[in-house]
């Protein structure tokens, strides 16, 4: 059986192999609408693992003939007529055909879960499982509400940029400040010194403060 081009999507095939390369791991990818279509792929080291999509049999009509084809290419096409009623059932089917996790809640999928109160509310004339309904919540992260993942190396060089940041600053307001005070009797002067002069410029007016400073701390402790 082959898919017709308005059941599969190339240029989301596309971006899941994009996406997969960038991360360097599997991705699944799926599209999944109230009406006749649905669709879900993943990518893995460069080709395509995984390919779930809904078509209709040959001379049947839509309700009688509708079914998913599943590839894998270790077994290659099959025809799946277990179809699910929810709108979101080829995502539904493939998250479990990958992750292992069946019947996901997609509406919920990365929702906030809220409190067994307010679940209670909502399945007071709904036939589910209380344990079950707040399970379907914070199943996935979304991913631009997702920490950074960032290595070690990268949380140490952004302290370090923090910390010289947070030290330079006085010198650069102190700097400024003298910068301004030696100029402001000569409106006509053109004078740009640049971050490292200014930064400099502080250093050296706080030099004799700092020292000072250090000095009677010295002199009490040693009271």
């Not at 109160?117 to 344990?131: G, I, P, Y």
């Not at 940041?165 to 301004?180: E, K, R, V």
């Not at 250093?203 to 004799?208: G, R």
Request: glycine fraction near 8%; charge should be negative.
């Amino acid at each position: 059986m082959e898919g017709k081009s308005h059941e599969i999507n190339f240029d989301l095939i596309h971006a899941a192999a994009t996406l997969s390369d960038q991360l360097g791991q599997r991705v699944l990818v799926a599209e999944d609408t109230d009406d006749e279509y649905g669709m879900a792929a993943a990518m893995e080291d460069g080709a395509l693992a995984y390919l779930r999509f809904r078509t209709v049999m040959k001379d049947r009509v839509a309700q009688d003939g509708a079914v998913q084809v599943v590839y894998r290419p270790d077994t290659g096409f099959a025809i799946d007529r277990e179809l699910m009623c929810d709108a979101y059932g080829v995502a539904q089917k493939a998250i479990f055909d990958i992750y292992g996790v069946p019947q996901l809640n997609l509406y919920n999928y990365a929702g906030p879960k809220p409190s067994r109160k307010e679940a209670k509310s909502v399945l007071a004339e709904r036939v589910e499982s209380l344990d079950g309904y707040l399970d379907s919540f914070g199943v996935f992260t979304r991913l631009g509400h997702a920490p950074p993942q960032r290595s070690t190396a990268d949380r140490l060089r952004i302290a370090g940029r923090w910390i010289i940041s947070c030290a330079l600053l006085p010198l650069l307001f102190t700097g400024i400040l003298a910068w301004a005070v030696v100029f402001s009797d000569k409106p006509n002067a053109e004078s740009d010194p640049g971050f490292g002069l200014l930064v400099i410029t502080g250093a050296a007016v706080l030099a004799v403060p700092i020292m000072l400073t250090v000095w009677l701390a010295t002199v009490i402790l040693n009271l």
